[in-house]
């Protein structure tokens, strides 16, 4: 083809040598994205992001201060608890403190990411530190640029950053998926590493076969391992996470500004609503969410008949929901 391209063009070509010298010359960037596409090329550019311009906050001043959030799906395939059959890969959303690298929630659900996620992580985040950050770090995913979780954000005086960019350009929390996939993950029977090269996978590596994970074991052994994770010495802090975390309030205060009650009313705040958003009320079968039917006994008020209200669930206690009554 080069031939005939400088005959096409009367132009003298080079020697065999030269031209394949030449070759082995080009950006190993440039041939891989040429050959398998941009995703294939991005594991071969630099990982390093000293030279980019942020405009987030990495780290923050102090703990509490910024709150790294974001989701990944898990390399490991799950059954079910009651049938045993296979229920697929879970995501895993974690807020990750930036100040003392320290993960202050998770969330491991087979929902994929969204604002009912996020929502539940910050109440659990609260209920574990009693703290509302002041900031949170986010990427471009839609999720986060819902209203639910803008306004639960607002209501505790926080804003949101925004990344922009590639993924390692965040390298706080994907650097922290990436120690959990290799030192935990990847070690758990069931992952799906031989699926990396399909056409080399044998029967008897197939994860799918090999699942005995459920949900509720996993997480778990997320618990165990964070456990862990916090009292070992951190390479960029010189410490332990849980020991920067709790210097932090020795150094900085309390900071009691930050401060968030875990009561009744921020509870109810947290929780999601449905995907219709407001349902209807009928005098004998009450409310329906999710399928399932709510009743009260101020529903058989005549002047309810048929109003439609914005409803609240709790997506871990389907045994009632919170609705506000029409003015």
């Not at 009693?130 to 995913?141: C, I, L």
């Not at 070690?187 to 056409?199: A, D, H, S, W």
């Not at 609503?273 to 004998?284: D, E, L, Q, Y």
């Amino acid at each position: 083809m080069f031939l005939k391209a400088c005959d096409d063009t009367q132009t003298s070509s080079t020697s065999e040598k030269t031209f394949y010298g030449y070759a082995k010359r080009i950006d190993p960037v440039r041939r891989v994205r040429s050959r398998e596409g941009s995703k294939a090329a991005y594991q071969q550019e630099s990982g390093s992001n000293l030279s980019q311009s942020m405009g987030w906050d990495l780290g923050g001043k102090f703990a509490m201060d910024v709150v790294h959030t974001d989701h990944t799906q898990l390399d490991i395939e799950l059954v079910s608890s009651r049938t045993g059959r296979s229920m697929g890969r879970p995501w895993l959303t974690v807020f990750l403190d930036g100040y003392s690298r320290m993960p202050v929630s998770f969330l491991l659900m087979f929902d994929p990411p969204s604002y009912r996620s996020l929502m539940t992580g910050v109440r659990r985040m609260v209920e574990k530190t009693g703290y509302f950050p002041a900031s949170f770090v986010v990427d471009g995913g839609k999720e986060f640029h819902s209203v639910y979780f803008e306004s639960l954000v607002a209501r505790g005086g926080s804003n949101i950053q925004h990344r922009t960019g590639k993924p390692r350009h965040g390298a706080l929390i994907e650097r922290y998926f990436g120690s959990l996939n290799t030192q935990l993950i990847d070690r758990l029977k069931g992952n799906t590493q031989p699926t990396k090269n399909v056409r080399q996978m044998s029967a008897e590596m197939n994860p799918k076969k090999n699942a005995i994970w459920t949900l509720e074991a996993l997480s778990s052994v997320l618990e165990d391992y964070l456990e862990g994770f916090v009292e070992r010495e951190h390479p960029s802090l010189g410490c332990s996470p849980s020991y920067q975390y709790s210097q932090s309030f020795v150094l900085h205060g309390s900071r009691k500004i930050r401060a968030m009650e875990y009561n009744q009313e921020f509870i109810i705040s947290t929780f999601p609503p449905p995907r219709r958003g407001k349902v209807s009320i009928n005098p004998k079968s009450g409310i329906r969410v999710n399928h399932l039917d709510y009743w009260h006994s101020i529903f058989r008020s005549p002047s309810l008949n048929k109003q439609k209200v914005d409803v609240r669930y709790d997506p871990f206690d389907i045994g009632h929901v919170a609705y506000s009554a029409p003015s």
